[in-house]
Structure formats: C-alpha cells, structure tokens
C-alpha cells in the first residue's frame, strides 16, 4: 500500500487506522517477550553447556584415576593371596610365593648341552696304575688254538675308577735302655701325633670340604664315613677341625682385605643367615679374583665398618641400594641386576614402557661391553654419546609419568580426606541430634 492510499484511508476511516496500531503494538510486545524468552533460554542452555563440558573433563580426570586405582589393586591381586584350608573363624591365611622367573628371554632349546658348546670328557693317560691282559684262546674265523701264536698290537680301553678304603698307620716310638746309664730312652711322635689313636689330616680335610663347600651337614657327614670309609667321626670333631682351621686362615684373610681395599671397583651384599635358629646377616665383599665373607648379627653400618674394608676403601662400590653403604666416602654405583629386576617388575605390573626401554638399553650397552672385554677394546666415544642420550630420554619420559601418578594419588588422597572430614561432621552433628531427643523425648524416640 502507497503513502497516499494510507493517508486516504485515515481521512476516511480512522478508527480501522487506530485499531490496527493498537494491534501492531501489541503484536511487538508479544515478539519482544518471545525475545527475552529465547535469549533467557539460549543463555540457559549455554550454561548446561559448560556444566556439562566441566562435568565431562571431571569424568575425564575420575577415569585417569580410577585406571590408576584398577592398577594398583590389580598388582595387590597379583601378589597370589590363597586362602588357607582351615574353618573361616581362624582368620588364617598364607602367601603363595611367585614363582622366581629369569630375567633372560626364553629359547626353544632343549635341556643338556648345546651344540658348539666346549663339554668335557675323559682323556686316555699314559702311565695307567693297573693294566689287565685280555688274551686269545681260539681264532674267531676258523676256531683254531693261537695261544702260541706271537702278539703283533693291543686295542687299548681305559676305566677310571676309585679305590675308597680305609688306611690305618701306627707310629712306633723305638724304647732302648742305654747300656752305659741305664736309663731308659723313648724315641719322639711327629708334632701331628699327640693322642693313641686320632684321625689324620685327610679325613679332616675331607670332612671341612665337605661341610664347607659342598655344604653337607654334620650328620651327613657322620653317616658318608660310616657308610663309606667304615668308621665314625662326630660333630664336635669336624667343628674343631673347622676352628682351628678358621685361626691359621687370618693371615690369608687380611691378605684378601688389603688387596680388596687396592681395587678399583668392588661389589657389596649382604644376606640373611640362620645361625642355630637365629636369623643373622652374612656380608660379602667381592672382585673376580677375591671373595671375602663376613658374619654379623647387624645387616648395617656396624657390622660394615667391622669388616674393617669399606671404611678405608676409596674406589667405587657397587651395591644394591642398601642406605648404610652410601654413609661412606667411596663412589657408588647401582647394581644393574637389581635394577633390571625393578625394571621388569614395573613393567609387568604397571604396564609402563618406558621401563620395559630402559631394561632393553641397558642389556644392549652390556652386549657392547661384553664384546668390546672379549676383544680387548674399548667401546667408541660415539657410541658412549648415543647410549648416554638414550639414557637421559627414557629417564625423563619415565620420571614426567611417574609426577603425573604421583599428583593425582596426591589430589585422590585431599578428596578422600574432604569426603572423610564431611563424613565425621555429619555423623557428630547426626549424634548430636539423637542425643537432645533423648533428653527431651526419652531414650524411646526414634527418626
């Protein structure tokens, strides 16, 4: 419609004109409402919007956590807890030991020696104690008698055997009456001979090397040279053979320690003994040429400076990682044994890779090692460099998940302490309730 149309229409008819803008007017506040309406409602759902974005990134964080918590009672879990056989009022229960696994990788070759392996066998030896003719009687081919006949070669065997027996050797002091005094006159025993009937020097050997290194106990012992050698030989005697000859080896022990004392590098351990059912401490100090043992009651400080080798020592110990050993001034390094074993355990139980890449270069940089000692070289500058940096790479890939795990037990822990301290509130407030009902309506009243 024209301007001119309209201002027709009010000289015309201006009621129509007048009610039409009413209704115009009205139909404006209505879409001005509806407006404020719409933009209250996109501000609401706005709002729903980033509650829920929140709501998803706490999700995201809970589920981080609780993939930790899974974790850590999945290792609980793997510690093999078996019930024990016994009624449930007894409370009793025992550890299964895990089975000790090898920190190698498994082969498909079958048990025995290898092929390409060195082995050992018997060697034929020229002066044998006892040689046995073996002679011809009759012709194996025709059955006539050769016994006459002349010998023209040997085929040689050989069998090594033992002869166990017994060997008793009586010493006779000669007595003679001299015939210009008359006085009688005693010839002298061996230093060695002292008692009228001891055992000789092997038999105590044999029986301290049998104790000591082959580790047979005393009974055993006892019984092998009944069994064997035909007479008897007890505890008490074994253990001061084993005394004496403790005394006269303090010579070669203080050797041992002063030469391990001169060494670059030395290795320290220490494990748990029983002595006459007391658990004690056996400590060990080694290289590859010299072992040196010591037994205390104490694993620590105490029984170390006692051995009287470490607190002089000022080259590098190799240790596992035993707090008493770094109170001393020598260089210490790590044990890679034992660090591989944490390694592997880490790996097995946590799923972490970095661990299982930090095991796999250390076994590579001992190849290296390995090859550059049997060829009698050393292992090149570049290669140091290389192995050094993959080092630093895995460690600190390593220690940047370990701080993540570590800050979200932390945050796990203030949560758990909140929900504790809002729980205790709650609970005394609750009591605190039940007992002014108490007091006002008796102890009969209830919620």
């Not at 999700?59 to 930790?68: G, K, R, Y």
């Not at 701080?403 to 932390?410: A, D, G, R």
Request: contains cysteine.
């Amino acid at each position: 419609m024209k301007r001119e149309d309209i201002l027709t229409l009010c000289h015309s008819n201006p009621d129509f004109i007048a009610s039409y803008i009413e209704d115009f007017e009205l139909r404006c506040k209505d879409l001005e409402s509806q407006n404020i309406e719409f933009r209250e409602r996109i501000h609401e759902l706005e709002s729903q919007v980033k509650f829920k974005d929140a709501r998803i990134e706490a999700l995201e964080s809970q589920t981080i956590e609780f993939q930790a918590r899974i974790n850590e009672l999945e290792s609980l879990l793997n510690q093999n807890i078996q019930i024990h056989k016994k009624p449930p009022s007894t409370g009793t229960f025992i550890e299964k030991k895990p089975k000790t696994g090898s920190s190698r990788d498994g082969n498909n070759n079958c048990p025995g020696g290898q092929k390409g392996h060195p082995g050992s066998t018997l060697n034929k030896v020229e002066d044998p104690d006892e040689i046995i003719f073996h002679q011809l009687h009759k012709c194996k081919h025709c059955g006539r008698n050769i016994e006459e006949s002349e010998v023209i070669g040997y085929k040689t065997r050989q069998e090594f055997n033992i002869i166990v027996m017994r060997n008793v050797t009586e010493h006779r002091a000669e007595i003679k009456k001299c015939p210009y005094c008359n006085c009688k006159n005693k010839a002298d025993f061996p230093k060695s001979i002292t008692k009228p009937v001891q055992y000789g020097i092997t038999v105590l050997t044999i029986a301290i090397y049998l104790r000591n290194y082959q580790l047979i106990p005393y009974n055993r012992i006892k019984n092998l040279y009944e069994d064997i050698f035909g007479f008897k030989i007890s505890s008490d005697t074994i253990i001061k053979a084993e005394k004496k000859l403790y005394h006269k080896l303090k010579g070669v022990t203080n050797h041992i320690k002063k030469q391990l004392i001169k060494e670059d590098v030395i290795h320290g351990d220490e494990t748990g003994i029983n002595v006459n059912g007391r658990g004690e401490q056996c400590h060990l100090i080694s290289t590859k040429k010299y072992t040196y043992y010591f037994h205390h009651k104490s694993r620590g400080f105490k029984a170390m400076n006692k051995m009287g080798v470490l607190p002089k020592y000022r080259g590098i110990l190799v240790h596992d990682f035993w707090k008493s050993y770094f109170k001393y001034k020598c260089e210490h390094a790590l044990c890679n044994v034992h660090i591989q074993r944490e390694l592997e355990n880490i790996y097995k139980k946590y799923k972490q890779e970095w661990a299982k890449e930090m095991s796999d270069l250390l076994y590579e940089i001992k190849e290296q090692a390995d090859c550059a000692r049997k060829l009698r070289t050393k292992i090149g500058e570049d290669t140091i460099k290389t192995f050094i940096e993959k080092y630093h790479l895995i460690l600190m890939k390593g220690l940047r998940i370990i701080l993540h795990l570590k800050y979200q037990k932390t945050m796990r822990l203030k949560e758990e302490y909140k929900h504790r301290v809002r729980q205790e509130t709650f609970l005394r407030d609750l009591k605190s309730m039940k007992r002014d009902l108490e007091v006002c309506y008796g102890s009969e009243s209830s919620f």
